[in-house]
């Protein structure tokens, strides 16, 4: 069975930091790439980061740039969100992805999809 299981959301203020993790199977996570997306209320869910199978690869969108770093540990199956210098606008519920392709940067890319994690920014 496949399974993307989000952990570390929650609330923080301003300029504060978070990581995100997932959990993946193995038959989600062997050969695949990985990616966050996340959805504001009344908004379309949006990439926020991808990375590659082997991890040589990564991608982020524009808003995150030196603020959010995506890493994966294949022998733990696991990926994780870095974000440091969190802002409101990042409120979101992020979502853990998983695609049969080289990187994942559109929402229409993952094969799989976690339930994703609530990360409130206050400002």
């Known amino acids: 069975q496949v399974q993307l299981v989000e952990s570390g959301g929650g609330s923080v203020q301003a300029g504060g930091s978070l990581r995100l993790s997932c959990s993946a199977s193995?038959?989600?996570?062997?050969?695949?790439?990985m990616g966050w997306f996340r959805q504001a209320p009344g908004k379309e869910r949006e990439f926020v980061a991808s990375?590659?199978?082997?991890?040589?690869?990564?991608s982020y969108a524009d808003f995150v740039k030196g603020r959010f770093t995506i890493s994966r540990d294949n022998a733990k199956n696991t990926v994780y969100l870095q974000m440091n210098s969190l802002k409101a606008e990042d409120t979101a519920v992020y979502y853990c992805?998983?695609?049969?392709?080289?990187?994942?940067?559109?929402?229409?890319?993952?094969?799989?999809w976690g339930q994703g994690t609530q990360v409130t920014v206050s400002s």
């Open positions: 992805a998983a695609g049969n392709a080289r990187i994942i940067t559109t929402p229409q890319a993952p094969d799989y």
């Open positions: 193995r038959r989600a996570f062997s050969g695949y790439a």
């Open positions: 990375i590659s199978w082997s991890g040589g690869r990564t």
